[in-house]
């Protein structure tokens, strides 16, 4: 059958209407935008005809309608259908049954991260260097490279994808704009056949166009990545120089994310494929927004879109919610997505300390600054800001300087084999961070990042042809064809160039220095008592110290304090100092026997059995009745030894009293 000019025509014009229909733009994050589909298709398809398949579900008419195509390459697009259909699971299950879908699932709204109030007072950038060092030591990885180019001179690209765009026209940020080179501005034509006409500027996916709101937020997100350094002017970025790609999202809908995280995908992949003639190194992206309590199993091709940017060789760094709830339990998007391409990050302050933000110990990979940190804002000016909105970025930012350090085989495997060089910077972003205390249960890595670590990771692996070639060493490197001399091999620990010391030590169980964790004895096991030294108790304790003696060599020491300790049989001298030299000032000191609750010595420094009583003592105690000459050596004491002859202190006087059984002061216990 022959289809006239004027019936195709009209299939044309409806196919473009239908296609150019918007979707909500706004509503309760996490919740389902009303009568839409977001559908992946494992290879090409034809979404029209791909909806008049579905006409017809149940005997229900399901209006599904094609909106839009969110990636071209994914294969991924926006439909919408009839919400006359009571149960809408009808039309997923049945869209989920056709061979050529991979996956199927709602749209759903999402959020910017809202950031907790600013301190206004605060006004200097301490996530670079800060005096307890609770910083990312920016000042150090400057010394190897201030990030802009690879060692090859490609050049870096962070895309930023924010919901009310930046302000990249700020002074502070102007250089380090990233523009399409290969695209002619107004001119109303695909200049570099990458699906999108006059892109110079970034992309908008609301408007279609190049044109990029002023948006606050964006403006700081992009400043804590790559504020312009050494200009004289404003603050300084992780990156004195990078290519900040801007792109805005319009609507705060999950199927314009992923229409926006199209326009990078894009642009690396084609930086890939034309060996960066065409397109953009985009090494990362940001993410300062998403669904608080979400849980990702919702979300399918949401989260699997970060394997599709990760195969170009793209990380994907993620804010977690600003809410102190585990994620791993409770959810979040896209923060709880299980790809090794979402980096998700927590917030952290002045001093290490996440306050306000999200965890996880299996979703959230690690910390960074993001507690009143000095940022552009709108308008050519600068504010203090808090949020995982800025926590993110930081680490996006350190991902670009990593690439940037002089190593021309980083540079050149990042377009050769862009996955595996994405795999191995994030190693380095992981392995690169300060262990922090608070972090270590409740992040991957169990620490903040650290920039210059990272960086230096990088340099250290440069070359990945020099290395071990031993098979059989625990540092055995595949890649390696030259061997370096660097091949380690396990201990009698198991320790990977280890020397048998963290399994060496006590292994008698009946030992109190005994330990269930050693496996070679060394011979130094301790069959003494354990006790406790308790010291303290004076006004000026923070003077005190002591150490423990046997024959001359120390066994124990300490300070104002308890401690539990291992001494074997013998007869020991307690050395006692005070640092200022005018005695302890009321404090003491008691040895215990754990096992008994016996008291073994009890004194002072001023009342010490030798010294000067002001700045040095010493008394005298034997472990287990081992005869000492140790005692009472005063005679009006009550329990004088005449066979001591060192005094130990233990001299008691409260046995004197009348001892005549007629008297009215007659006293039993004398």
């Known amino acids: 059958m022959k289809i006239s000019a004027t019936l195709l025509s009209f299939a044309m014009m409806l196919s473009v209407s239908v296609m150019a229909q918007k979707s909500p733009t706004s509503g309760v994050p996490g919740e389902t935008v009303p009568g839409e589909l977001i559908v992946m298709f494992h290879k090409n398809a034809d979404a029209d005809f791909f909806a008049k398949k579905h006409t017809s579900i149940n005997g229900l008419k399901s209006g599904l309608k094609p909106i839009s195509e ?7 697009y926006l439909f919408s259908f009839s919400q006359d259909i009571s149960d809408s699971d009808l039309i997923l299950r049945e869209i989920e049954m056709d061979p050529t879908v991979e996956a199927v699932q709602y749209n759903h709204f999402i959020e910017d991260r809202a950031t907790v109030p600013n301190d206004p007072s605060f006004a200097s950038q301490w996530h670079h260097v800060e005096g307890a060092d609770h910083d990312i030591d920016s000042d150090l990885a400057w010394d190897i490279s201030t990030g802009g180019f690879t060692a ?10 924010e919901g009310g765009g930046s302000d990249w026209a700020h002074v502070d940020l102007v250089d380090n704009h990233w523009t399409n080179t290969q695209e002619i501005a107004g001119n109303g034509i695909d200049d570099d056949g990458n699906g999108y006409i006059d892109d110079v500027n970034g992309w908008n996916t609301t408007s279609n166009s190049d044109a990029i709101s002023a948006g606050g937020h964006g403006t700081a997100v992009s400043g804590m990545i790559g504020a312009t350094g050494n200009n004289a002017t404003g603050v300084v970025g992780v990156n004195w120089s990078v290519g900040i790609m801007q792109v805005q999202m319009g609507g705060l809908t999950e199927s314009e994310v992923i229409n926006a995280y199209s326009y990078p995908h894009t642009m690396r992949n084609l930086y890939n494929t034309t060996n960066g003639a065409s397109g953009a190194l985009v090494v990362a ?11 990702p199993a919702q979300y399918p091709i949401w989260c699997a879109y970060y394997d599709d940017l990760g195969a170009v060789g793209i990380l994907n760094c993620g804010a977690t919610a600003n809410a102190q709830y585990n994620i791993d339990t409770q959810g979040d998007m896209p923060t709880g997505c299980s790809s090794n391409y979402m980096v998700a990050v927590t917030a952290t302050n002045n001093l290490d300390q996440r306050t306000f933000s999200a965890y996880g110990a299996t979703t959230i990979d ?8 000095f940022l552009p804002a709108a308008g050519n000016s600068y504010a203090g800001t808090s949020g995982t909105s800025f926590a993110s970025p930081c680490v996006a930012g350190a991902i670009a300087l990593i690439y940037s350090a002089p190593c021309a085989d980083l540079a050149a495997n990042a377009i050769i084999s862009p996955q595996a060089t994405a795999d191995l910077v994030k190693g380095f972003i992981m392995t690169g961070v300060d262990p922090i205390a608070q972090l270590g249960p409740e992040t991957v890595s169990g620490g903040r990042l650290n ?3 990272s960086i230096n990771l990088a340099m250290t692996n440069c070359n990945p042809d020099l290395g071990c070639t031993d098979p059989t060493a625990c540092n055995y490197s595949p890649a390696a064809i030259t061997d370096n001399g660097t091949c380690m091999f396990n201990d009698l620990c198991g320790v990977c160039g280890g020397d048998d010391s963290s399994c060496t030590g006590c292994t008698d169980p009946l030992a109190c220095n005994y330990s269930a964790t050693n496996t070679i004895d060394d011979g130094t096991c301790v069959f003494g008592n354990g006790v406790n030294m308790t010291v303290g108790g004076g006004t000026w304790d923070s003077e005190i110290s002591w150490s423990i003696l046997l024959n001359g060599v120390s066994v124990a020491s300490g300070g104002a ?34 096992a008994t609750g016996a008291i073994i010595a009890t004194g002072s420094l001023d009342t010490a059995a030798n010294g000067d009583a002001m700045t040095t003592g010493e008394d005298y105690f034997s472990i287990n009745t081992i ?20 005094d130990n202190g233990t001299c008691n006087y409260a046995c004197n009293g009348c001892m005549d059984a007629t008297a009215c002061n007659y006293d039993a216990t004398a």
Do not use: K
Not at 366 to 373: H, K
């Open 70 to 76: 969110l990636s071209s390459l994914s294969h991924i």
């Open 152 to 161: 090859n001179g490609d050049r870096i690209v962070v895309a930023v994808l």
């Open 366 to 373: 690690l910390g960074a600054p993001g507690e009143n940190v």
């Open 561 to 594: 304090g308890t401690q539990d300790l291992c001494i074997g049989d013998g007869c020991y001298t307690l050395s006692m100092l005070d640092s200022f030299g005018d005695g302890w000032n009321g404090a003491t000191y008691t040895l215990t026997d754990i």
């Open 627 to 646: 005869e000492c000459g140790l005692g009472c050596t005063d005679p009006l004491a009550c329990n004088y030894d005449v066979l001591a002859v060192l």
């Open 285 to 295: 992206t940001n993410a300062s927004w998403g669904i608080d309590l979400a849980d």
């Open 451 to 453: 920039v210059f670590n």
